[in-house]
């Protein structure tokens, strides 16, 4: 029964892939015209440099507005002079915003206030109409309570404001609420800039994520998405074929062999049995919060305009996520690990006589760099150190989503960056991006716009099933790991000796001496005689010709003090010394005769 199943679910998966991969062959008709209208743009005389660009409103009376040509921080500046409580003013500044949807926005300035001030607040309103600000819909509130010199605000983000192309509108509005006399308020260095909410950007987590670049460059975008797009396919492809065999071996063993399928060499079976188990967990998280009557929030809000957006990021996710969360942070540190020690080991001798057999040692670390070098006979070293950097990639990888997604993702998100990190440790960080696109592009042929609700119904009940089919194979996960983990921790332990069952000695008697009679001389040979030589009856008959008796160890005769004068050598020195002439490994299996490497499986 758990065979079939087991074949169910991993056929469902499979096709569950195809529509993923699908959706991925279908994006670029939405992705690339996006990309053709990125723009972005920024207010005018920002700096207030000459008095242009901005209108004053002295919104009802109270209040004065000029413009300063100098006192500003530095240069010119926007002088509002209120003079009493309940006084207000505000500037006003039209700009255009073109390009593909959606918009992303920003704006700071430069506030100064002297004077008899008491309370007072700062109003920051975008929107598409001239009209007087609503203090109701402004982007940024700030309370001040007494003067104060030249002061830069916080960022003020406008996106929920610019939901299409067309004309805007910036207005710095000032109330004092409570005033004890005249109040002259300074603005200063108003910066609003805007662009389409899509770029290429390459960060590091350190362990938030650092931005290293970012680049709305239409050449550099469209070349980065071909790439992301390519390596998708190649992977995909790289690994269907690389492990066809293992594949067919995992389907085509025996009925009652479901250890083999579960442990199968296949990295999409891998692939396949980690999403299903994540997306359990993810799913039963959802499915509790909501009974507690928790919300869950999400950062994604899909319509018409941001698909392009959307898609390209699901898409650049599954590569990049994997690349600094499971590459950056596992691979880079393990494989400099491995570098460290096997030169140590290459400084005291341990690498071999072969010539460039210590630079091809050396340049074996790379392997961990990329991940699928973790092994079942891999050094006790080596798990201890993946063990490690999985979970602490996993931590880091599931705070990352706390900004956007809340408290409630961050553990989905771990147990994601274990299945994800497991991939990369067993099969490559080819498999961690193949399981992190599948469950991204999830929902991508719906969004794009084909098949329509029937195929989006499909989708998703195929979905609820997998996640279902999940709850087994997270079951099994957590039991394995926590057996290998067992394991390992048992390889550090002190071997415990074992009570002696070896008998009480017994005292020692010498044998009496034996009769026997004298012999009688055997009469002398002639030269001339050829008869065989006669046994004289006073000899004993020899024993028989035969091979040697078994040595008997009688532990009872064997002193309490006795010391073994031959102790094993350790490993990798003389006179016990192995390296694979093929890829330069220090271990190997004797079987036979041979020499066998544990990497390579060669004989040497």
Same mark, same amino acid.
């Given at each position: 029964?758990?065979?079939?199943?087991?074949?169910?679910?991993?056929?469902?998966?499979?096709?569950?892939?195809?529509?993923?991969?699908?959706?991925?062959?279908?994006?670029?008709?939405?992705?690339?015209?996006?990309?053709?209208?990125?723009?972005?743009?920024?207010?005018?005389?920002?700096?207030?440099?000459?008095?242009?660009?901005?209108?004053?409103?002295?919104? /009802?009376?109270? +209040?004065?507005?000029?413009?300063?040509?100098?006192?500003?921080?530095?240069?010119?500046?926007?002088?509002?002079?209120?003079?009493? +409580?309940?006084?207000? %003013?505000? =500037?006003?500044?039209?700009?255009?915003?073109?390009?593909?949807?959606?918009?992303?926005?920003?704006?700071?300035?430069?506030?100064?206030?002297?004077?008899?001030?008491?309370?007072?607040?700062?109003?920051?309103?975008?929107?598409?109409?001239? +009209?007087?600000?609503?203090?109701?819909?402004?982007?940024?509130?700030?309370?001040?309570?007494?003067?104060?010199?030249?002061?830069?605000?916080?960022?003020?983000?406008?996106?929920?404001?610019?939901?299409?192309?067309?004309?805007?509108?910036?207005?710095?509005?000032?109330?004092?609420?409570?005033?004890?006399?005249?109040?002259?308020?300074?603005?200063?260095?108003? *910066?609003?800039? =805007?662009?389409?909410? $899509?770029? @290429?950007?390459?960060?590091?987590?350190?362990?938030?994520?650092?931005?290293?670049?970012?680049?709305?460059?239409?050449?550099?975008?469209?070349?980065?998405?071909?790439?992301? #797009?390519?390596?998708?396919?190649?992977?995909?492809?790289?690994?269907?074929?690389?492990?066809?065999?293992?594949?067919?071996?995992?389907?085509?063993?025996?009925?009652?062999?479901?250890?083999?399928?579960?442990?199968?060499?296949?990295? =999409?079976?891998? @692939?396949?049995?980690? =999403?299903?188990?994540?997306?359990?967990?993810?799913? $039963? @998280?959802?499915?509790?919060?909501?009974?507690?009557?928790?919300?869950?929030?999400?950062?994604?809000?899909?319509?018409?305009?941001?698909?392009?957006?959307?898609?390209?990021?699901?898409?650049?996710?599954?590569?990049?996520?994997?690349?600094?969360?499971?590459?950056?942070?596992?691979?880079?540190?393990?494989?400099?690990?491995?570098?460290?020690?096997?030169?140590?080991?290459?400084?005291?001798?341990?690498?071999?006589?072969?010539?460039?057999?210590?630079?091809?040692?050396?340049?074996?670390?790379?392997?961990?760099?990329?991940?699928?070098?973790?092994?079942?006979?891999?050094?006790?070293?080596?798990?201890?150190?993946?063990?490690?950097?999985?979970? !602490?990639?996993? !931590?880091?990888? %599931?705070?990352?989503?706390?900004?956007?997604?809340?408290?409630?993702?961050?553990?989905?998100?771990?147990?994601?960056?274990?299945?994800?990190?497991?991939?990369?440790? *067993?099969?490559?960080?080819?498999?961690?991006?193949?399981?992190?696109? #599948?469950?991204?592009?999830?929902?991508?042929?719906?969004?794009?716009?084909?098949?329509?609700?029937?195929?989006?119904?499909?989708?998703?009940?195929?979905?609820?099933?997998?996640?279902?089919?999940?709850?087994?194979?997270?079951?099994?996960?957590?039991?394995?790991?926590? *057996?290998?983990?067992?394991?390992?921790?048992?390889?550090?332990?002190?071997?415990?000796?074992?009570?002696?069952?070896?008998?009480?000695?017994?005292?020692?008697?010498?044998?009496?001496?034996?009769?026997?009679?004298?012999?009688?001389?055997?009469?002398?040979?002639?030269? +001339?005689?050829?008869?065989?030589?006669?046994?004289?009856?006073?000899?004993?008959?020899?024993? !028989?010709?035969?091979?040697?008796?078994?040595?008997?160890?009688?532990?009872?005769?064997?002193?309490?003090?006795?010391?073994?004068?031959? #102790?094993?050598?350790?490993?990798?020195?003389?006179?016990?010394?192995?390296?694979?002439?093929?890829?330069?490994?220090?271990?190997?299996?004797?079987? $036979?005769?041979?020499?066998?490497?544990?990497?390579? /499986?060669?004989?040497?």
């Amino acid at each position: 029964m758990l065979t079939i199943l087991w074949t169910l679910a991993i056929v469902a998966f499979l096709i569950f892939a195809v529509t993923d991969f699908a959706g991925l062959a279908v994006s670029p008709t939405l992705i690339i015209p996006g990309i053709q209208g990125i723009q972005s743009g920024q207010t005018v005389n920002g700096d207030l440099n000459f008095d242009l660009n901005w209108t004053p409103n002295s919104w /009802g009376g109270g +209040s004065a507005l000029s413009y300063e040509n100098t006192g500003g921080n530095p240069g010119g500046y926007l002088r509002t002079t209120l003079f009493g +409580s309940g006084a207000r %003013g505000f =500037w006003m500044q039209a700009f255009r915003v073109d390009g593909s949807t959606p918009f992303t926005g920003a704006v700071r300035l430069d506030v100064e206030i002297s004077g008899g001030l008491t309370l007072g607040y700062l109003f920051v309103s975008v929107d598409s109409s001239p +009209s007087d600000p609503d203090p109701n819909t402004a982007i940024a509130e700030v309370r001040f309570t007494g003067p104060m010199s030249w002061t830069i605000t916080d960022r003020f983000f406008l996106d929920a404001r610019l939901t299409d192309p067309g004309l805007y509108y910036l207005k710095i509005a000032f109330v004092a609420n409570v005033t004890s006399g005249p109040v002259d308020v300074g603005f200063d260095n108003i *910066r609003l800039s =805007w662009a389409t909410d $899509a770029a @290429v950007v390459l960060y590091v987590p350190i362990p938030a994520p650092y931005p290293l670049l970012v680049s709305r460059d239409k050449t550099l975008f469209l070349a980065y998405y071909g790439l992301i #797009v390519a390596a998708l396919f190649a992977i995909g492809a790289f690994h269907a074929i690389r492990e066809r065999r293992e594949f067919w071996n995992a389907v085509r063993a025996p009925i009652d062999a479901i250890g083999t399928r579960l442990r199968a060499r296949s990295a =999409w079976i891998a @692939v396949g049995q980690v =999403w299903m188990a994540v997306t359990f967990f993810q799913v $039963a @998280v959802i499915f509790l919060l909501s009974l507690a009557d928790i919300e869950t929030t999400t950062p994604i809000s899909i319509d018409s305009r941001n698909v392009w957006v959307l898609l390209f990021e699901l898409a650049n996710a599954g590569v990049y996520e994997e690349i600094a969360f499971r590459l950056l942070l596992i691979g880079v540190p393990m494989a400099l690990g491995s570098a460290v020690l096997r030169i140590m080991e290459v400084n005291r001798g341990a690498s071999g006589r072969l010539p460039g057999s210590a630079g091809r040692y050396i340049a074996g670390a790379w392997r961990y760099l990329v991940g699928g070098a973790i092994r079942h006979d891999s050094p006790k070293e080596a798990h201890v150190a993946a063990w490690a950097f999985l979970f !602490a990639s996993s !931590a880091i990888f %599931g705070l990352a989503h706390l900004p956007g997604w809340g408290w409630w993702k961050v553990a989905p998100s771990m147990v994601a960056g274990l299945g994800f990190g497991y991939l990369f440790l *067993r099969h490559g960080i080819g498999a961690a991006i193949l399981a992190h696109f #599948v469950n991204d592009y999830i929902l991508a042929l719906s969004l794009e716009g084909v098949g329509g609700p029937a195929l989006e119904a499909i989708i998703s009940l195929m979905f609820l099933g997998l996640a279902i089919a999940g709850a087994g194979f997270l079951a099994w996960y957590a039991i394995d790991g926590w *057996r290998h983990l067992i394991r390992l921790i048992a390889q550090f332990r002190p071997p415990t000796r074992a009570p002696s069952t070896r008998p009480p000695p017994v005292p020692y008697v010498s044998p009496p001496p034996t009769s026997y009679a004298a012999p009688i001389p055997p009469p002398a040979a002639t030269p +001339s005689s050829s008869a065989p030589s006669r046994i004289p009856e006073g000899w004993s008959p020899g024993p !028989a010709v035969g091979p040697p008796a078994a040595p008997f160890r009688d532990s009872g005769r064997i002193p309490r003090d006795y010391t073994p004068t031959y #102790v094993a050598p350790p490993y990798g020195f003389p006179p016990v010394r192995f390296q694979c002439p093929s890829c330069g490994w220090v271990e190997a299996r004797y079987d $036979a005769g041979r020499f066998t490497c544990t990497r390579c /499986g060669r004989a040497a």
